[in-house]
Antibody, heavy 120, light 106 residues
Framework: QVQLQESGPGLVKPSGTLSLTCAVS?????????WSWVRQPPGKGLEWIGE???????NYSPSLKSRLTILVDKSKNQFSLKLTSVTAADTAVYYC?????????????WGQGTLVTVSS | DIQMTQSPSSLSASVGDRVTITCRAS??????LNWYQQKPGKAPKVLIY???SLQTGVTSRFSGSGSGTDFTLTISSLQSEDFATYYC?????????FGQGTKVEI
């Protein structure tokens, strides 16, 4: 059973950089699936941020693309997110998730989520 | 971007009720439509993938239908553990987009 675990600072200053890592266990990040980030502002809906394949190929949300970098580290079986120039609008619970391509591109495994607050 | 619109945004129902939630895509997504259930403080859980396929381990009370632009999630007989927020999500094209959610309340 695949497990995902997010880690990173829970508080980031405005104009700073939000950095998170998702550790994958119980499965290989080199499988034929995509690895994704999804966020949820407090009390609001889900927003897809972007995703990466083990080859390093990425897809990003157009609204975040200019500030976003997603990387994969196959040696550590993990992937990461960096979001620059953050504002209060980036405050959210950030989830990492696996995209199961053979099942309609659904997010079949999720991390527990980590709250990141942007505040001085 | 493909916009996903769910209706209603919220609904009140009782245990045993049949509940239907709809999701409309702004353009055809064939059957690249998934449904999730989210409870407070928890990550979403996939219920239905590819519009009508039941995820392994999910109760058959849940069913999905539709293709093209119009989709439906049905709960045949609502149970207490089904009170949650439900989201549709399209995987036809990038960016992958979610509906705004439907909160099912007592």
């Amino acid at each position: 059973q695949v497990q995902l675990q997010e880690s990173g600072p829970g508080l980031v200053k405005p104009s700073g950089t939000l950095s998170l890592t998702c550790a994958v266990s119980g499965g290989s990040i080199s499988s034929s699936d995509w690895w994704s980030w999804v966020r949820q502002p407090p009390g609001k809906g889900l927003e897809w941020i972007g995703e990466i394949y083990h080859s390093g190929t990425t897809n990003y949300s157009p609204s975040l693309k200019s500030r976003l970098t997603i990387l994969v580290d196959k040696s550590k079986n993990q992937f990461s997110l960096k979001l620059t120039s953050v504002t209060a609008a980036d405050t959210a619970v950030y989830y990492c998730a696996k995209v199961l391509v053979v099942q309609g591109g659904s997010f079949d495994y999720w991390g527990q989520g980590t709250l990141v607050t942007v505040s001085s | 971007d493909i916009q996903m619109t769910q209706s209603p945004s919220s609904l009140s129902a009782s245990v045993g009720d049949r509940v239907t939630i709809t999701c409309r895509a702004s353009q055809s997504i064939t059957t690249y439509l998934n449904w999730y259930q989210q409870k407070p403080g928890k990550a979403p859980k996939v219920l239905i993938y590819a519009a009508s396929s039941l995820q392994t381990g999910v109760t058959s009370r849940f069913s999905g239908s539709g293709s093209g632009t119009d989709f439906t999630l049905t709960i045949s007989s609502l149970q207490s553990e089904d009170f949650a927020t439900y989201y549709c999500q399209q995987s036809s094209s990038i960016p992958r987009t979610f509906g705004q959610g439907t909160k099912v309340e007592i």
